[in-house]
């Protein structure tokens, strides 16, 4: 038992440098500088790079703050920096931190408080028991993402097929839903849809 601590701690310890020698590395850049690099990563075949997704994001989030209560620029600088983090060093080598890092670098880096939780926030709720959003941009940015992915997948015909479904897209559904009874919103889906047109 005692061999076996000692090993684990050597990898634990080797792996908490590395998240140190790369969460410094990423702070040398501006969070928006790290967005950049998503031009480079491609979302879904047929459905533009990560940035064109951010930027969809971000403009959606505008359009559905003013429903949830949520600061105009606020929401849209959130879903235009939620996927920055995807391109840091710390999330390539922790994908489990996505939204975390991209909250730590945004508030370390002078971007209002809200912002910086939106980001973290526009992740949940991850699964069927997890925490909502508890901010109104959080929400916006949220909602704007799982509209996003709905419609786009949708319209190139990538739908879950029995239990396969691949691209979560149940999961975005059901948030999506979750989302929009703990805001108390009433809004007709086809409406909300209407906006990522």
């Not at 090993?7 to 440098?17: C, D, I, Q």
């Not at 992740?123 to 909502?132: G, M, N």
């Not at 396969?164 to 805001?183: E, Q, Y």
Request: hydrophobic share 40%.
């Amino acid at each position: 038992a005692a061999l076996i601590a000692q090993g684990n701690t050597k990898v634990l310890a080797a792996r908490f440098h590395d998240a140190k020698f790369f969460y410094a590395e990423d702070r040398k850049q501006q969070l928006a500088d790290h967005g950049k690099a998503l031009e480079g990563m491609r979302w879904i075949r047929g459905g533009g790079t990560m940035a064109d997704k951010a930027r969809r994001i971000g403009d959606l989030a505008a359009s559905l703050s003013g429903l949830l209560g949520s600061d105009v620029d606020i929401a849209r600088t959130a879903g235009q920096l939620c996927k920055a983090d995807l391109a840091t060093q710390m999330v390539g080598e922790f994908p489990e931190l996505q939204g975390h890092v991209g909250q730590l670098l945004a508030a370390q880096q002078g971007q209002p408080e809200a912002v910086a939780l939106a980001i973290e926030e526009h992740y949940l709720p991850r699964h069927a028991t997890d925490q909502l959003p508890t901010s109104a941009a959080g929400r916006a940015t949220a909602l704007a993402d799982r509209i996003d992915t709905l419609t786009g997948c949708f319209s190139l015909g990538l739908k879950p097929k029995g239990s396969a479904d691949p691209l979560g897209l149940r999961r975005s559904a059901n948030g999506l839903l979750s989302i929009l009874r703990s805001a108390g919103v009433r809004t007709p889906l086809a409406e909300l849809w209407s906006l990522s047109e």
